[in-house]
């Protein structure tokens, strides 16, 4: 994941002091910090396990990055196989960069 956001120019750091609430999911996530953004990755083990997770999380915290984030500041929820990121970030063009990484399919060689 870090590579991906790395070659798309984000600038990926390891960091966990700008990041929100974390739901209780079974997997352990781990943070990013993307400039004055963060994000929290879960690795699931196939698409079904990363499904389920997503289908218990509050639609009213977390959005779809195809929606436009409110006053609300919602976060970002972006899913791409077995991968499920939250972005907090109120930033439209950083929030399409990065779905735009991570749901650009398998990394080619």
């Known amino acids: 994941m ?10 990926p750091q390891s960091g966990s002091d700008k990041i929100g609430d974390l739901p209780a999911l079974a997997v352990k996530p781990t943070i990013l910090t993307l400039g004055n953004a963060a994000l929290a990755y879960y690795l699931y083990a196939d698409t079904v396990a990363r499904h389920a997770a997503a289908m218990g999380l509050d639609t009213t915290r977390y959005i779809p990055e ?17 991968v ?9 063009h950083q929030r399409e960069r990065v779905a ?4 650009a399919g398998p990394p080619q060689p």
């Open 100 to 103: 735009d990484a991570i749901t």
């Open 66 to 82: 195809t929606r436009p984030v409110s006053m609300k500041s919602e976060t970002t929820l972006i899913q791409s196989d077995n």
């Open 84 to 92: 499920l990121v939250l972005l907090f970030s109120k930033n439209e």
């Open 2 to 11: 870090r590579i991906r956001l790395d070659q798309s120019g984000l600038a």
